[in-house]
């Protein structure tokens, strides 16, 4: 059963490969996107490890040349898809979108050159990686935390990963609709659109975008020119991971500058995430930082924030809190809490549970101690598979798949699942 489902996991992968990255899906994503590259790889690095190193490598060739890493690389025309490399209009030479992601890459390199079977062979790629994807982590402290805080902003909802979250639905109100170009939505003919942000919110994504073109995408002055600065717990906590991650890397493969600085930015991270802990709540949550104000919504963002090392007693009120939610689901996480009145069980980020952000949290708890919760929340992944296929994401209550299908990611996170535990027992 395990092994038929690794192989119908390892059948997704090969249907969205386009030889030196994967699209996330087809139809929908017709591109390479950031994360679910990065994320998608270490599905790879269980069956073809040279395979997962070149997805990433593929992503990194693209970074710009001040360190930025966009989150969409337009290998090749298709207009299926909308916004297109001429929204973007970033002039690159290979076009791309002009915003990031979440830097997953520190964490995923360092954990597929621990597993790695050809050892010669992944310190030889990871230590070509290590400056970029340190550039990269650069590139966010420098462009996206100008007080120097500790913590970075996201200046776009697609940079969270997470579009249409409640945490930014009072920011949102700032962002204005006027001079919008007009724009076809493409991604509602090949997804529900009752699983899909709004039109309102899809005018707001393009305002952000038109505004951020207008200023030449110089990210000197995108931050502050931005009115959409978000700090996000789930956001910082993924950096501050990769740092932390990419830290032990160098030390391993000599590059001691690199895992001093890296070192450094995460500590300052998990120290400055104690301003975003919310009591009440008994989770982090999101801070907007444009407005000046902490956001009092509880969405699986506060609780991503397990996957770097927040102190122990944070991660065991998270596991109790996911064990509160978990009384209204009937698989965990929900993307945001099923009892307050804008979860939406079918919509994108604003109720379904997500494969990938299951892993991570997992992952974080389980190295917090919290295996219980994180063995939980991982059956509960396997459970949503075996129930509904590899879907982009799921209802928590019914498990109905929602958005697109066969998804890279999602295939990707049973791989690692299923393989780590067959190799742990
Ligand atoms: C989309 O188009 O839905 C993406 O999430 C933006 O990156």
Same mark, same amino acid.
């Given at each position: 059963?395990?092994?038929?489902?690794?192989?119908?996991?390892?059948?997704?992968?090969?249907?969205?490969d386009?030889?030196?990255?994967?699209?996330?899906?087809?139809? =929908?994503?017709?591109?390479?996107?950031?994360?679910?590259?990065?994320?998608?790889?270490?599905?790879f690095?269980?069956?073809?490890?040279?395979?997962?190193?070149?997805?990433? #490598?593929?992503?990194?060739?693209?970074? *710009?040349?001040?360190?930025?890493?966009?989150?969409?690389?337009?290998?090749?025309?298709? %207009?299926?898809?909308?916004?297109?490399?001429?929204?973007?209009? /970033?002039?690159?030479?290979?076009?791309?979108?002009?915003?990031?992601?979440?830097?997953?890459?520190?964490? !995923?390199?360092?954990?597929?050159?621990?597993?790695?079977?050809?050892?010669?062979?992944?310190?030889?790629?990871?230590?070509?990686?290590?400056?970029?994807i340190? !550039?990269?982590?650069?590139?966010?402290?420098?462009?996206?935390?100008?007080?120097?805080t500790?913590?970075?902003?996201?200046?776009?909802?697609?940079?969270?990963?997470?579009?249409?979250?409640?945490?930014?639905?009072?920011?949102?109100?700032?962002?204005?609709?006027?001079?919008?170009?007009?724009?076809?939505?493409? %991604? /509602?003919?090949?997804?529900?659109? #009752?699983?899909?942000? /709004?039109?309102?919110?899809?005018?707001?994504y393009?305002?952000l975008?038109?505004?951020?073109?207008?200023?030449?995408?110089?990210?000197?002055?995108l931050?502050?020119?931005?009115?959409?600065?978000?700090?996000?717990?789930?956001?910082?906590?993924? =950096?501050?991971?990769?740092?932390? %991650? =990419?830290?032990?890397?160098?030390?391993?493969?000599g590059?001691?500058?690199?895992?001093?600085?890296?070192?450094?930015?995460?500590?300052?991270?998990?120290?400055?995430?104690?301003?975003?802990?919310?009591?009440?709540?008994?989770?982090?949550?999101?801070?907007?930082?444009?407005?000046?104000?902490?956001? %009092?919504?509880?969405?699986?963002?506060?609780? =991503?924030?397990?996957?770097? !090392?927040?102190?122990?007693?944070?991660?065991?009120?998270?596991?109790?809190?996911?064990?509160?939610?978990g009384?209204?689901?009937?698989?965990?996480?929900?993307?945001?809490?099923?009892?307050?009145?804008?979860?939406?069980?079918?919509?994108?980020?604003?109720?379904?549970v997500?494969?990938?952000?299951?892993?991570?949290?997992?992952d974080?708890?389980?190295?917090?101690?919290?295996?219980?919760?994180?063995?939980r929340?991982?059956?509960d992944?396997?459970?949503?598979?075996?129930?509904?296929?590899?879907?982009?994401?799921y209802?928590?209550?019914?498990?109905?798949?929602?958005?697109?299908g066969?998804? /890279? *990611?999602?295939?990707?996170?049973?791989?690692?699942?299923?393989?780590?535990?067959?190799?742990?027992?």
């Amino acid at each position: 059963m395990k092994q038929d489902l690794i192989n119908a996991a390892r059948e997704v992968l090969r249907g969205t490969d386009r030889g030196s990255y994967t699209v996330p899906t087809n139809g =929908l994503y017709p591109f390479q996107w950031n994360w679910d590259s990065v994320l998608s790889a270490l599905g790879f690095a269980h069956f073809d490890e040279a395979r997962a190193w070149t997805e990433i #490598e593929t992503l990194m060739a693209h970074q *710009w040349p001040d360190g930025m890493v966009p989150h969409i690389i337009f290998h090749q025309m298709d %207009d299926g898809y909308f916004p297109g490399p001429e929204v973007w209009n /970033t002039g690159r030479p290979v076009p791309t979108s002009g915003i990031s992601q979440p830097p997953v890459a520190g964490f !995923a390199v360092r954990r597929i050159h621990d597993r790695a079977r050809d050892k010669a062979m992944s310190a030889e790629r990871a230590r070509a990686l290590l400056p970029r994807i340190h !550039a990269w982590h650069e590139w966010f402290y420098r462009h996206r935390d100008p007080q120097g805080t500790g913590l970075v902003a996201i200046i776009h909802p697609w940079e969270s990963g997470r579009d249409n979250s409640v945490d930014w639905d009072d920011a949102f109100t700032r962002v204005p609709t006027e001079g919008v170009q007009p724009f076809r939505r493409r %991604d /509602t003919a090949h997804a529900n659109p #009752e699983h899909r942000p /709004t039109d309102e919110q899809y005018k707001r994504y393009i305002w952000l975008v038109q505004h951020f073109r207008n200023l030449n995408w110089d990210n000197a002055r995108l931050h502050d020119a931005s009115p959409f600065r978000m700090v996000d717990p789930g956001f910082n906590a993924i =950096l501050i991971r990769s740092c932390s %991650d =990419l830290a032990v890397l160098a030390d391993e493969l000599g590059e001691p500058d690199i895992a001093r600085q890296s070192r450094a930015h995460a500590e300052r991270g998990i120290a400055a995430m104690e301003i975003l802990w919310n009591d009440a709540l008994g989770q982090y949550a999101c801070f907007d930082r444009a407005a000046g104000k902490l956001i %009092d919504s509880p969405s699986v963002g506060g609780l =991503l924030a397990a996957f770097c !090392a927040i102190p122990q007693p944070r991660a065991a009120a998270i596991a109790a809190r996911i064990g509160k939610l978990g009384e209204t689901v009937r698989f965990l996480v929900p993307s945001h809490d099923p009892q307050a009145p804008e979860y939406d069980g079918k919509r994108y980020w604003r109720g379904p549970v997500w494969l990938i952000v299951n892993y991570m949290i997992a992952d974080g708890l389980g190295a917090a101690g919290q295996t219980a919760m994180a063995r939980r929340i991982e059956e509960d992944s396997i459970r949503l598979i075996e129930q509904s296929g590899f879907a982009e994401y799921y209802d928590p209550i019914t498990a109905e798949p929602c958005g697109g299908g066969s998804f /890279t *990611w999602t295939a990707a996170m049973v791989i690692e699942i299923l393989s780590t535990r067959t190799e742990a027992a």
